[in-house]
């Protein structure tokens, strides 16, 4: 850990050493804390950064909605908030409050410690709300989580957990759209759970539970872990689960879905939607955790993978409402035709799954969490560490070597394939996970049996092993995510490099200030400048090929893919995907429409929101804002839906602008198919600011 202090890399030791050898209790493993998400009317919650102004308000809600929070902390200090103690510490609080939860409201660049703190004092479910932390930080984080059974963590960049029936919430859900009702949720999305819990409380039926996994690359809870959750619970009828491009979860979630079919008589129906259809391959798509890795499925092949479990899939988060509704419907009368005939239905449980097919993502995509250095500046990095660039134009013995994050071991990983072509490493690559931050993390065992899946024996040997070593370094004390080379066996078994992509954590430099000679070589000239101007805004904007007539406004990185699928779906071509953010502000939309109107192929405007923490009369201001400023010439088509979406449908209705103004998505994209068509304005901007 060469960004820590002598100081924090021993009490790190020593944290671990002491949840592994402690002789209170008799640890099994992280599986066993699955348990500690099942929260309720008596689940005692304490508030990390209690005082915090975000924490405060929303404390007020949670007591309001029947919340028992028993006080909170506050590093160092002591006293009263909100009526209820502040302690200063978690392990204080631990003592004093015996909490069976811990939310925390700490900024990112404390968050990770705050974890560990709460980790340290046995708190038995842990919610972190927060965005942008350092994902080696929480690679840290979840190396002590798999040494213990006590704390289950949820998040991070998580809305957080509910259950309706116990009036208990623990993250930043939207109250008012909950429902106590019979349905489980579980989601990648912040957005498009909002929108799923609206759809299912507007169909009267309602929620359980509600869990989000969040969208970083690492997750505490899985859809697998929500799953069994659900099952056990006799309240729950239906499952929903919301995932995304990226990541193995999906796919792990669809083998557990046909397990769980195959021992069960009467199984609870699934419904599911995978959002980033159309995502450019290897683009970050607004979430951390929003691009495929090497040997990944696709959002369209984890789609099919889901539907082969038996999962009925929607394209677009209403229509989960109206098809729970039948299912429950479809399947009481199953249940009946059971108890009447005592006859096993075979249903799902004979279902055979089709061969996977997974996109490959190699180093010739453009995929970037922010910060991909040039492929010249990768191979210095190499070429200083005594290795040598290769300048043969043809080989026959070429490998594809790496290091990046195993989403389901929750480590980092090495990646090794024998081949680099595309076609053979889909299938060929492997993945080789061990620990992060400790001495000797790779092991001579790993390291033969990376070399032989390498088919590389002899005198090369030697070095792969100094290879894999020097790719380590730099990917802990430079905080990368990825590192993937392609390399070269010489006649005289030298180990040369023939390409190199490096990519490296944009948090660490934003939000915790580390790796500035790294972020330093980032150059903007070869980036698209309505993509770097919108980061300017704290937006994220990607550009999408093709004919893009149909520019897109959207809050929140899973609403946006899903605005792009369906529109793509009903026959629409977006322009951009665009994510205003979670939290957009009525000055993040007037950037926003400014971005999208420099854009000379877009027809027509499509501002999406579901209004969560957003509110949709902020939002509309927003809106309002944009038409006075830059007076845009093209039309716009805006959907409210959420928190204030009367009042922000009222301001849009009785503004006297030319806007046309729905509530469902449906009628809204055929609107912007229709304007679409029909438009031959050219946007054109008149800014008076």
Same mark, same amino acid.
């Given at each position: 850990?060469?960004?820590?202090?002598?100081?924090?890399?021993?009490?790190?030791?020593?944290?671990?050493?002491?949840?592994?050898?402690?002789?209170?209790?008799?640890?099994?493993?992280?599986?066993?804390?699955?348990?500690?998400?099942?929260?309720?009317?008596?689940?005692?919650?304490?508030?990390?950064?209690?005082?915090?102004?975000?924490?405060?308000?929303?404390?007020?809600?949670?007591? @309001?909605?029947?919340?028992?929070?028993?006080?909170?902390?506050?590093?160092?200090?002591?006293?009263?908030?909100?009526?209820?103690?502040?302690?200063?510490?978690?392990?204080?609080?631990?003592?004093?409050?015996?909490?069976?939860?811990?939310?925390?409201?700490?900024?990112?660049?404390?968050?990770?410690?705050?974890?560990?703190?709460?980790?340290?004092?046995?708190?038995?479910?842990?919610?972190?709300?927060?965005?942008?932390?350092?994902?080696?930080?929480?690679?840290?984080?979840?190396?002590?989580?798999?040494?213990?059974?006590?704390?289950?963590?949820?998040?991070?960049?998580?809305?957080?957990?509910?259950?309706?029936?116990?009036?208990?919430?623990?993250?930043?859900?939207?109250?008012?759209?909950?429902?106590?009702?019979?349905?489980?949720?579980?989601?990648?999305?912040?957005?498009?759970?909002?929108?799923?819990?609206?759809?299912?409380?507007?169909?009267?039926?309602?929620?359980?539970?509600?869990?989000?996994?969040?969208?970083?690359?690492?997750?505490?809870?899985?859809?697998?872990?929500?799953?069994?959750?659900?099952?056990? @619970?006799?309240?729950?009828?239906?499952?929903?689960?919301?995932?995304?491009?990226?990541?193995?979860?999906?796919?792990?979630?669809?083998?557990?879905?046909?397990?769980?079919?195959?021992?069960?008589?009467?199984?609870?129906?699934?419904?599911?939607?995978?959002?980033?259809?159309?995502?450019?391959?290897?683009?970050?798509?607004?979430?951390?955790?929003?691009?495929?890795?090497?040997?990944?499925?696709?959002?369209?092949?984890?789609?099919?993978?889901?539907?082969?479990?038996?999962?009925?899939?929607?394209?677009?988060?209403?229509?989960?409402?109206?098809?729970?509704?039948?299912?429950?419907?479809?399947?009481?009368?199953?249940?009946?035709?059971?108890?009447?005939?005592?006859?096993?239905?075979?249903?799902?449980?004979?279902?055979?799954?089709?061969?996977?097919?997974?996109?490959?993502?190699?180093?010739?995509?453009?995929?970037?969490?922010?910060?991909?250095?040039?492929?010249?500046?990768?191979?210095?990095?190499?070429?200083?560490?005594?290795?040598?660039? =290769?300048?043969?134009?043809? =080989?026959?013995?070429?490998?594809?070597?790496?290091?990046?994050?195993?989403?389901?071991?929750?480590?980092?990983?090495?990646?090794?394939?024998? =081949?680099?072509?595309?076609?053979?490493?889909?299938?060929?690559?492997?993945?080789?996970?061990?620990?992060?931050?400790?001495?000797?993390?790779?092991?001579?065992?790993?390291?033969?049996?990376?070399?032989?899946?390498?088919?590389?024996?002899?005198?090369?040997?030697?070095?792969?092993?100094?290879?894999?070593?020097?790719?380590?370094?730099?990917?802990?004390?430079?905080?990368?995510?990825?590192?993937?080379?392609?390399?070269?066996?010489?006649?005289?078994?030298?180990?040369?490099?023939?390409?190199?992509?490096?990519?490296?954590?944009?948090?660490?430099?934003?939000?915790?200030?580390?790796?500035?000679?790294?972020?330093?070589?980032?150059?903007?000239?070869?980036?698209?400048?309505?993509?770097? @101007?919108?980061?300017?805004?704290?937006?994220?904007?990607?550009?999408?090929?093709?004919?893009?007539?149909?520019?897109?406004?959207?809050?929140?990185?899973?609403?946006?893919?899903?605005?792009?699928?369906?529109?793509?779906?009903?026959?629409?071509?977006?322009?951009?995907?665009? @994510?205003?953010?979670?939290?957009?502000?009525?000055?993040?939309?007037?950037?926003?429409?400014?971005?999208?109107?420099?854009?000379?192929?877009?027809?027509?405007?499509?501002?999406?929101?579901?209004?969560?923490?957003?509110?949709?009369?902020?939002?509309?201001?927003?809106?309002?804002?944009?038409?006075?400023?830059?007076?845009?010439?093209?039309?716009?088509?805006?959907?409210?839906?959420?928190?204030?979406?009367?009042?922000?449908?009222?301001?849009?209705?009785?503004?006297?602008?030319?806007?046309?103004?729905?509530?469902?998505?449906?009628?809204?994209?055929?609107?912007?198919?229709?304007?679409?068509?029909?438009?031959?304005?050219?946007?054109?901007?008149?800014?008076? =600011?």
């Amino acid at each position: 850990m060469p960004h820590r202090s002598v100081r924090a890399a021993r009490l790190y030791v020593a944290r671990i050493s002491r949840l592994r050898f402690s002789t209170t209790s008799v640890y099994y493993g992280y599986s066993d804390t699955i348990r500690n998400l099942k929260i309720g009317s008596r689940t005692k919650v304490i508030y990390q950064g209690f005082t915090g102004r975000q924490a405060t308000i929303n404390a007020k809600e949670s007591l @309001d909605y029947g919340t028992q929070i028993v006080g909170g902390v506050k590093p160092g200090v002591e006293g009263e908030h909100l009526g209820l103690p502040v302690l200063p510490s978690v392990r204080v609080a631990a003592e004093k409050l015996k909490p069976d939860a811990s939310a925390i409201y700490v900024p990112g660049v404390g968050t990770a410690q705050a974890i560990e703190e709460a980790i340290e004092a046995e708190i038995p479910l842990v919610v972190a709300v927060a965005e942008h932390i350092p994902l080696h930080e929480m690679l840290r984080v979840f190396q002590m989580l798999r040494t213990q059974s006590r704390t289950r963590l949820v998040g991070p960049n998580a809305p957080g957990i509910i259950n309706t029936h116990g009036r208990c919430r623990l993250g930043f859900q939207p109250l008012p759209f909950f429902l106590e009702g019979n349905i489980g949720i579980v989601a990648k999305s912040g957005t498009l759970s909002y929108e799923t819990v609206a759809s299912v409380t507007r169909a009267g039926l309602g929620q359980t539970y509600a869990i989000s996994m969040g969208g970083d690359m690492l997750s505490g809870t899985t859809f697998i872990d929500a799953f069994r959750v659900f099952e056990e @619970d006799e309240k729950t009828k239906g499952i929903i689960m919301v995932g995304e491009v990226g990541g193995r979860a999906e796919e792990e979630a669809a083998d557990w879905i046909v397990e769980y079919r195959k021992r069960t008589r009467n199984p609870k129906p699934f419904m599911g939607l995978v959002g980033g259809v159309q995502a450019p391959p290897g683009r970050v798509m607004g979430h951390a955790g929003g691009w495929a890795a090497p040997g990944e499925a696709s959002s369209a092949e984890k789609i099919n993978i889901l539907k082969q479990a038996g999962v009925v899939i929607v394209d677009h988060p209403e229509m989960f409402g109206p098809g729970m509704k039948q299912l429950l419907e479809t399947s009481e009368k199953k249940k009946l035709r059971t108890q009447l005939d005592n006859v096993q239905q075979r249903g799902f449980h004979t279902i055979c799954q089709q061969p996977r097919i997974v996109q490959n993502a190699t180093m010739s995509n453009d995929q970037r969490r922010t910060l991909y250095i040039k492929q010249s500046e990768a191979v210095d990095m190499l070429t200083k560490a005594g290795f040598r660039k =290769s300048d043969t134009l043809c =080989s026959s013995r070429t490998c594809m070597l790496g290091i990046s994050v195993d989403r389901s071991e929750r480590a980092p990983c090495i990646i090794a394939s024998p =081949s680099t072509d595309p076609a053979d490493t889909l299938y060929l690559s492997k993945k080789f996970a061990f620990a992060y931050g400790s001495d000797g993390a790779i092991s001579d065992a790993m390291l033969e049996n990376v070399s032989c899946h390498l088919a590389i024996s002899g005198a090369a040997q030697k070095g792969l092993f100094k290879l894999i070593s020097a790719l380590h370094d730099i990917f802990v004390s430079k905080e990368a995510f990825v590192l993937e080379t392609k390399i070269v066996i010489t006649e005289n078994s030298e180990v040369q490099i023939k390409e190199a992509k490096f990519g490296f954590d944009d948090a660490a430099f934003k939000t915790a200030g580390r790796q500035g000679d790294i972020h330093a070589l980032r150059d903007n000239t070869f980036e698209v400048l309505e993509e770097v @101007d919108a980061e300017k805004s704290g937006i994220i904007y990607v550009k999408l090929e093709g004919e893009g007539s149909v520019g897109t406004i959207v809050n929140g990185a899973g609403l946006a893919m899903n605005t792009i699928d369906s529109l793509t779906r009903l026959g629409a071509h977006p322009a951009n995907f665009l @994510d205003t953010g979670g939290k957009a502000t009525s000055d993040t939309i007037k950037s926003a429409f400014k971005i999208v109107c420099s854009d000379p192929r877009v027809k027509v405007i499509f501002v999406n929101i579901f209004g969560g923490l957003t509110r949709c009369d902020m939002i509309a201001e927003g809106i309002l804002l944009a038409f006075r400023d830059l007076e845009p010439k093209i039309p716009v088509v805006v959907r409210l839906r959420g928190t204030n979406e009367a009042l922000g449908q009222k301001m849009i209705s009785e503004s006297g602008l030319a806007f046309d103004a729905f509530d469902g998505f449906d009628d809204a994209a055929r609107r912007v198919i229709e304007l679409a068509k029909s438009s031959s304005s050219i946007p054109e901007i008149e800014s008076t =600011s």
